[in-house]
């Protein structure tokens, strides 16, 4: 059964850093993408970030590129996601997902991934 679990949300002031962690399981291999979405209250899910399935490749969407960077460690099937310099626009649920089709290119869209995990909370206030 696969699942994906993504926790180290929480609340920060801006310029501050959070890490966020996706945990996978129930996969044979580790040969897939993983991809960080988040969507803010009223707003479309958005890409993020994503991690080819041996780390070589990655992708960031504009507005995060600098700040953020996401790495994996298959031996632990973990993803992280390392948030610095966070702004107010940041915040949002960020969901981690799992892409098979897309394992040596990540995508950067949605359907281009097959699992979800259940998000965790981001905010950015002072």
């Known amino acids: 059964q696969v699942q994906l679990v993504a926790s180290g949300g929480g609340f920060v002031q801006p310029g501050g850093s959070l890490r966020l962690s996706c945990a996978a399981s129930?996969?044979?291999?580790?040969?897939?993408?993983i991809g960080w979405f988040r969507q803010a209250p009223g707003k479309e899910r958005e890409f993020v970030a994503a991690?080819?399935?041996?780390?070589?490749?990655?992708r960031y969407t504009d507005s995060v590129k600098g700040r953020f960077t996401i790495s994996r460690d298959n031996a632990k099937n973990t993803v992280d996601l390392q948030m610095n310099s966070l702004k107010p626009e940041d915040t949002a649920v960020y969901y981690c997902?799992?892409?098979?089709?897309?394992?040596?290119?990540?995508?950067?869209?949605?359907?281009?991934?097959?699992?979800w995990g259940q998000g965790t909370q981001v905010t950015v206030s002072s």
């Open positions: 129930g996969f044979t291999r580790a040969d897939y993408a």
């Open positions: 991690i080819s399935w041996n780390g070589a490749n990655t």
């Open positions: 997902a799992v892409g098979r089709r897309w394992a040596i290119v990540p995508g950067n869209r949605a359907d281009q991934y097959d699992y």
